[in-house]
């Protein structure tokens, strides 16, 4: 007996026969007594077919108006979700995003979320009904205009109404079981982990794991609100998002999972004057770009020449423009030349039990090296270690580090525990 | 230079290549200097692909659901026609029948609209953008609740959006080049006419003519609002409906047009007792299953059984609701059985000269009669007359209508004129 916050993906909807097996999911949940609010993603493939529509009478269209466009994916999976959940007996009430309550910024295609006045929401449960919400979208505080919140935006949407409501959980239904030690495409021995910490949880999703966005995670976070990653083909449990690493317990296990990234490229600027404001100067000319760099290194300088090189890595998409900017800055600078290398993939260990524990980064790059595995970059923070490897060895390296740190299923049942102290 | 209201229908925006024709018109409009607002219709098959969603989902879904899936057709054609008039140039802003501040009442499926608050769509007219409005739609006064208008909603916004915003004329684009004589489909010799008023245009609407639907043109009689019908295919003007009949010079053609109607059924109650309270018993029942009736006919009593036979006409769709209505009153009301018939057409000739004209029927009933048309039912208004006929010669009595009024186009050119007083 309590509130559940339930979301659906694309893809748990994506025909008739979908929508009526998320209905009865729903009228179940309705039946267990539970308060339901259901957040639901546009069916399938129809945002890609209304993008392709936007294509054939504009080749730039205004953002507003792509937002208006999108945003009738969600009402129309909305609508038929209330309508199957009605047919089996369940009084349910679709709500758009504004109607909703979710309050945006201005950005059309990226807007964030800035409140949540779910006042609807609030009375239709209070009659008894489910609430059906769009999920994705809401209304510009300034304009009133119709907003999209971009990727990951009703994962976000679920969590960000689970907080306004108080939702006792936001269960978040996917086409996975929940979130494992590693893709079990490229690591088949993968086990599905019970629970993560949100800290864990945030490292996981910067580090490539697509399970959850990191916004999403942010605001889980932010507002303590227990996210249950579950599949919507199962009635199993799947991973309990929850907690912060401060109060884990002391054997907790050390490693939570393995993840990779092959979204990223790596851009070098070679023969960079090695003094103070270089770097800022040219990362200044990249942020400007709008673009988001992740993991940096800047080689120690050469004493004959006083250059060096910086590298950095970026998303794929980025490349071109970033290129573009540094280019513009590259007289100003007196930087020699610039590589692009799109052949990249990146892999992380994360566990909150790391920073207690001195040995896991010897052993981490020991099972890289065992493995023959050229290191290209390493970042770290306090429960992360990542390396930028060739492309082409990254799933030998996720691989040779799930093993190593035993994660893999043959080893143990449940979760991996690998305590500390085992004389790494 | 003034503010013009365009509607364009579900074909006229059926594809990519039909948005793009129309952004051309709007933006040609835009650039003579008028200020425009533009209700659109969703997009072709859109509200049938909607509606067979639905019934895949749910035998019986709730009106309020079905209005909220129906609206995001609208939403998809009024953003692509945003985006396609943006291309063009001309800056343009869509907006939803509730941002368009149309209210109405609480009945999903056939809501009436209460009012039209259109400060945002004066906003952006302020600022020089077009302003699209999804047709069809509004948003419920109680509660708040979205909601559709029914049949014709789309005319009937436009009408009501250029009443609440003064606009100097109300354009109905649609696939023909105005309203005509008679259906050229059947009557090839069928001329457009230049102008109409307001109460031939309701005549001829409630007798079948499907170019403005009924609602709209009272809409626009009540407001004054100049309907301006014509083709999105051409250029050229169509038909004006303005003005009354009272201001209308002498010698106005008495003759408007001729309208038939396939929709109707005739049913006949057989046997009825003769005595007062029988028909308002009768007729009762079937108002009480929600059905209209259109016209009615009582036989003159056979003195000897004190029984007459009363029959009447409703639309097709009606006959089983109606007949099981009746059959439930057969003891209390004592009528002998009932008989359904759906073969039947209905012919009306329309026209604001003919209260002054007593020649008209006289020359309506001999054309019929030289055809050889047998007449079943006779009503008449004071600017119409109305036969029911057997379905099959409906076509021949029109045109032989058409003709015995000189409305033929080889007889003159432009507007029939069939002036009093020329010896009939």
Redesign the interface.
Known sequence: MGLVVQKYGGSSVAD?AG??RV?ARIAETRRAGHDVVVVVSAMGDTTDE?LD??E???????A???D??L??GE??S???????T??LGIQ???FTGS?AGVITDSAHGRARIIDVSPG?IRDALDAGDVAVVAGFQGVSVDT?DITTLGRGGSDTTAVALAAALGADVCEIYTDVDGVFTADPRIVPAARRLETVTYEEMLELAASGAKVLMLRCVEYARRYGVPVHVRSSFSPRPGTLVAGSMEDLPVEHAIITGVAHDRSEAKITVVGVPDKPGTAAELFEHVAAAGINIDMIVQNVSAAATGLTDVSFTLPKADGQAAMTALSQVQGSVGFGSLRFDDQVGKLSLIGAGMRSNPGVSARFFKALADSGINIEMISTSEIRISVVTRDSALDDAVRAVHTAFGLDASADEGRATVYGGTGR
Chains 1, 2 share one sequence.
């Open positions: 008739a929508i009526k209905a209304l529509l936007a054939q009478v504009s080749p730039l269209p205004p507003r108006e792509l208006m466009l945003t009738s009402r129309i909305m609508a038929l979700l209330a309508m199957a009605a047919n349910a009430r679709s109607q609807r009133k």
